[in-house]
């Protein structure tokens, strides 16, 4: 799968070999007949930058072992039927020519449709291929590692290949990206890019507009450990999300309109930031002139922009936030062009490190909580409280990684420490609770960069 190259036949990884034979005997078992090839899309951890890539800023990801793999094989009629290893996913089919998606309801069949649909619509195939399907994933759902995104990748993936089609990584992740807002989040595009682009070994620093992914080597000497909150959050069932996009798009236009701007055309406080030519020191000034820290309610905003209710709802409210009352414009701002700068500082000593780079590499992974938490308020108190003990038990810097509201942490640990670290935080957070001790083991563990998403041909390797 590189360049506009039809998806190539891989080394299969270790990790996954087991895996894709039990899978194919499910597939056996349950269609009666081989798969024609398999595909894999991991999901990822961010290390820093967060909530800030539907901004437009640059974010440092990197892929993680867990993923989303299906074995499939395209069939002469029209449906696509869909079957998961875990029970508790139902089965589903539908016919490929009449796909709905429904944002009411975040089931996971819902996902793979998105993945499905976007490469229909972006192909306008006048015949889509239909398919069988069996799909087996080892990401923790709701958990901030881009479950969702890794089956809507894998999706893409799919039916791309089995309608004979060819696009390049970038090209896939930006149809993937655009695609997942078929279910109703208005997420950016870091999942499905690192999903794509990533290479083992390599965290990226993936910047968009027009979207780019740099390898970033991390120090050595350090451990990414993550670890969950075993707080679940689904993004699409929530308006949490939805109304920080909105939240930014409102900044982005009230700090347009006071300077001037044609605020109508921005989106994007990253779009503003160009618009201004001036620094990210230079903007974050210009949101302490320009906006209060009290919340915005509709009416100030309406009267500000001059438009009314009807307008805000129509033009620049999503779907699931109509009924929002207030918007806390400033904290938000100042979150993200914050955590902008954090990622640049963060690549920077990457690319050059001094003999502290661990040390200044946590510090700006703690701040990037501290944002999360007080300026952005996607964080929440069991997150707060395993940041804290991931930092008593040794880490150097600890965040939650992902869209929040619960999920994962991600810490940065010495690695001599690793061990200290990994019982200290087994004591400290998940054996003080039943609950938390049965996910324990599928809940903390260290973490590399892993590879991107593959397609696995049948014929040449099982
Ligand atoms: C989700 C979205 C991403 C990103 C993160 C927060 O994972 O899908 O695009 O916005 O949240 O950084």
Redesign the pocket.
Known sequence: MSGRAPPSTVRIPEPISGRLLSLKNTFNSKYGCKPSFYARAPGRV?LI??????CGYA?LPMAIEQDILAAVKPIDSKEVELSNTNPSYLDFSTSVTNIQIDKTKPLWHNYFLCGLKGIQDHFNLPSPTGMKCVLDGTIPPSS?L?SS?ALVCCAGLVTLTANGRTLSKVELAETCARCEHYIG?E?????QSISFLAEEGKAKLIEFGPLRATDVTLPAGAVFVIANSCVEMN?AATAH?NIRVVECRLATKILAKSKGLAWRELMKLGDLQINLGVSLEGILDIVEEVLHPEPYTCEEICEFLGISLEELRTTILSQNTQDVATFRLYQRSKHVYGEAARVLAFKAVCDDPPANAVQLLGDLMNQSHASCRDMYECSCPELDQLVDICLKSGAVGSRLT??GWGGCSVSMVPAEKLNHFLSSVQEGFYKTDSKKLALMEKSLFATKPGSGAMILMEEENL
């Open positions: 961010n930058g967060e909530h800030i890539d539907y974010v901030g881009s995104s989040t997420g950016g595009g870091m999942d993004k999300f992902g869209a």
